[in-house]
């Protein structure tokens, strides 16, 4: 018995009901969409709406693709940021590239990138285990050295990748629908939300996520449309998708393999195993989607949001019930299981342990999160339809706290009942703003989840596959509006669209302009931090971001004040008295711009302490311009001490006093201060064992005077 086909293409089931058989009688009057017209012939009868066909049998009607529309998003993805290509590291990058140790060891550092948490030298434990994207800058490390423009450059293209990717997937779910599948792929690329992701280097965690996300949709639907599960056995036009993707995997087998087994296998039995396990799964679309997942979840483990996707891809797209979407899903959950097994194997935690920090977590020291969240919605909501301003920090307080007597709170919350209400609606009808408002939820579950349980703050990111969502949303409604179907005078399909792509056009290039507009904010840290504060002068971070920024300019006329000092000094025979008026000039020139620069610092972050009295990085930056820049030792030492009390976990403050009492000790040949200084230097180890300044400066006053203390009595702390 031959196998049915699933009938092709999304069809709205409300207006496939609601079209009567044509009557041909002269003087007929054609019935309203709504209900049919009462005749002489035949009692009236209720219209009945006819469900769209169920059928489990696979493989579900091969859809063709139309290439021309994935390519412009390709190639569209790619050019809008191309004026990135010029930026250096910004914000994260920083701390992601350059101050990660294995990163900096190129290919050698991924076995310890694949066994350590990604926050892992910055002494925090979120329990955040994503090392693919680390392993793509220990790559770029080991063949480049600390260019950004490439990583820029590749960011880019893997953008241009999910555009191509989003373009073919959209169009097998609206089959017969590549205007409409083109335009919700359309708004996703050009939409200015995704600057934080692709203009920022560490970004590419969230890029490489998604777009394993939308491989795991597309191999899963091949195999849903597919005669045979093997790939080489479809048509050559799967070919390229399927090998290239299987290239991936068994090539990310071994890599894996190799690292992970080093310990137990050995690298190269280890290398081997990996390769036969993504070998065996490269053969077919379900092990290629399999594979795909376990690439996002390695990207960042907020994929596991992505299993909804599924069942709801083939609920609405495929004609599939709810019990045939959700079956499917075993294979998948199998390689969700051995992820988080892989995990908590290799970092030893599947949640982590977020720090007590007013800044990054405010709202749960204020145990506001639900209130908050609801109000996290509303400003979710109005960035997706107008993207201004936009702004790299959103930390403490740029938005305070919601509660019972906010009114934000409260729309965020009728806003949450009603799109809930309204995705039932779509569910049970299948509409495409009902799969927008899903998908809506279930890719923004891990932004609202992050203030939900953590008590975290907003970040644009969190929005980055969202957009798709709203997408559909957007889409589907200007369509509505702007597109008309005659069937007594057809017209053809660019004339019906003609409305619906004008707008579209004006909507896309405003989206396009303010991303390549927003793109040179992110140049540096310099212009990224200076471009937030007219839109967010109350966060903290912000506030003491920029005062660094100022810290750095005023070491740099520092530095130029000693380095002509040396050269004057330096001089052979001995300098002229003009030379050393000239000299002295430059010096006080530079001391006055270091001056100047300290303390426009200092006013930001005595801003920043108004904001947050208990911010010890603030204190300790104040600190830091005392001791490099308007030097004075006493205050240096006032608030390092201030930043020990607000933090006392944070391992410069620490090692920054011990370097000014052993330039003390040493000066003034007091032994106490050599003993305070060595204390501080072991402190900083202790708070953070791998802080490299604190075990550096240990060791040389170790080797110096051979002073090791790691107690000392209050008396002799508080003394000086």
Known sequence: MAKKKQPSGYENPRSAASKPTPNTTPGTVRPSATRP?????????????????????????RRPVAWWPPAILALLGFALYINTFGHQYALDDIAAVGQNLFVKKGLAGIPDLLRT????????????????????????????????????????????????????????????????????????????????????????????????????????????????????????????LGGILGLFSVVGGWVIG????????????????GVLIMGALSGSWLGLACASLYFAFLSKESSIVSLALIPAMQYWFARRNVWQSLISLWPFLIVTALFF??????????????????ANYPYAIEKTQKSTMFKFLEYYLRLLILPHPLVYDYSYNVIPSGGKGDILTWAGFFTFIGLVWLAWKGFMKRTLWGFGIVWFFVTMAPGLGFI????GIFAERFSYAAVMGFGFI?????????????????????????????????????????TVERNRDWENNFVLFNSALPYAPNSCQVQRHVA?????????????ADSIAN???????????????????????????ANKHGRWALDHLQESTRIYPSFGEAYFSMAYVFQKITPNVDSAKYYYKQTIRAANAYAPAYNNLGVIYQGEGQTQNNRQKLELASYYYNRSMIVNPAYVDGQNNRANLLKAFGIDVKVLPDSIINKY
Request: no cysteine.
């Open 117 to 240: 948490e990604f926050w892992h030298f910055s002494n925090i434990s979120l329990g955040y285990y994503r090392p693919l994207s680390l392993i793509t800058f220990a790559m770029e490390q080991e063949y480049f050295k600390d260019n950004p423009n490439i990583s820029h450059m590749i960011n880019a293209g893997l953008y241009g990748v999910t555009g191509l990717i989003v373009g073919v997937l959209l169009q097998k779910w609206l089959t017969n629908q590549t205007i409409t599948a083109f335009l919700i792929g359309l708004v996703f690329i050009a939409h200015p939300l995704h600057t934080e992701i692709v203009a920022n280097i560490k970004g590419r965690d969230e890029i490489l996520s998604f777009l394993f996300i939308s491989l795991m949709l597309l191999s899963y639907w091949k195999h849903l449309e597919s005669d045979s599960p093997f790939w080489f056995k479809g048509p050559v036009n799967d070919w390229p």
């Open 37 to 61: 017209v009462d005749t002489a012939q035949r009692a009236p009868v209720r219209p009945t709406v006819t469900k769209p066909a169920e059928t489990p049998e696979l493989p579900i009607e």
């Open 548 to 560: 660094n920024e100022w810290i750095e300019k005023g070491l740099k006329d520092r530095a130029k």
């Open 567 to 593: 050269a004057t000094n330096a001089l052979k025979p001995k300098p002229t008295v003009e030379q050393i008026k000239k000299a002295q000039t430059l010096i006080d020139t530079n001391i006055a711009h």
């Open 258 to 273: 190799s690292s992970l087994m080093v310990n137990t296998l050995g690298s190269t039995a280890g290398g081997i195993l």
């Open 474 to 514: 957007l889409v589907w409604a200007l369509q509505k509006l702007l597109v008309r179907n005659s069937e007594s005078s057809p017209k053809p399909i660019l004339v019906r669209y003609a409305p619906l792509l004008g707008l579209m056009a004006v909507v896309a290039g405003l989206y396009s302009f303010k």
């Open 452 to 455: 939900w349980f953590r008590g």
């Open 341 to 358: 097994y892989q995990k908590q194997k290799m970092i030893g935690t599947l949640s982590g342990t977020p720090p007590i920090d007013w």
